[in-house]
């Protein structure tokens, strides 16, 4: 049963993910009315904010855009950062509003960042018993019971991690939008569209959640079922 929820899950990845591209694509046909680029719209976003320590740089990809806190940089991929579509404002936009998240110190912000580091430890804890499963969990001396337990801590680390990335993502789009449309980037015609852009791009974050969630239930069941 469980398997068969994971494929749902995926599914559902996959079908958001399609949506996503599809809208993308569909949106940036659409061109905005003042000609910016999405780069320029983001200097104009950091610019508003009065962060002129972040900085503005492009990476290659498709839809590989985001905001790192580290480098204090919004990294956005070629479609996004030459772009001139409502698509692209949107989505450099977005990314722009993590930007304005941690110059504000967002709670929820700055409490992901502090898991990156025990997120990328738990999952490659996973993927060590991953590793050993095939070779028999004796190798790593911790007994049925005490390997679910491991399964356990790690995957509610990054079930926690997913969770917590809801309200990033979306308060992050919120802000994009409420700043779109103040400094008149987008207009009646085309908000919408910046707004059903962003709504499937945040919808990704949330089938991923749910999918991390549904996992760490399976394995807590199975610990359970043994101990009964």
């Known amino acids: 049963m469980f398997f068969i929820i994971l494929i749902v899950f995926m599914i559902l990845g996959f079908a958001v993910q399609a949506r996503l591209k599809n809208r993308f694509k569909k949106y940036s046909q659409e061109l905005l009315h003042n000609g910016m680029t999405g780069a320029e719209v983001a200097q104009a ?24 806190p580290a480098t204090k940089t919004v990294n956005l991929s070629p479609e996004v950062y030459e772009g001139r579509s409502v698509a692209a404002a949107a989505i450099a936009a977005h990314e722009c509003g993590h930007a304005v998240q941690h110059a504000n110190a967002y709670t929820w912000l ?8 025990v997120v990328n430890a738990s999952s490659q804890i996973m993927n060590v018993v991953f590793f050993a499963s095939l070779f028999g969990m004796g190798l790593l001396g911790l007994g049925y019971d005490g390997i ?14 997913a969770v917590i990335t809801l309200p990033v993502e979306y308060d992050a789009s919120r802000r994009a939008l409420v700043w779109l449309k ?7 015609h085309n908000h919408g569209m910046a707004e059903d852009a962003l709504k499937w ?3 990704t974050y949330l089938v991923a959640a749910a999918a991390a ?3 760490l239930l399976y394995y807590v069941m199975l610990y359970l079922g043994r101990r009964d």
């Open 148 to 161: 679910l337990l491991l399964l356990i801590a790690t995957q509610a680390v990054i079930a926690g991690f």
């Open 45 to 68: 976003m950091l610019d508003h904010y009065g962060l002129g320590s972040v900085r503005i740089t492009g990476v290659p990809g498709k839809l590989t855009d985001h905001y790192n």
């Open 182 to 188: 103040g400094a008149g980037i987008t207009n009646p």
């Open 110 to 117: 700055t409490m992901r960042s502090k898991m990156v580091p």
């Open 213 to 215: 969630v549904t996992q």
């Open 201 to 203: 791009a945040a919808r």
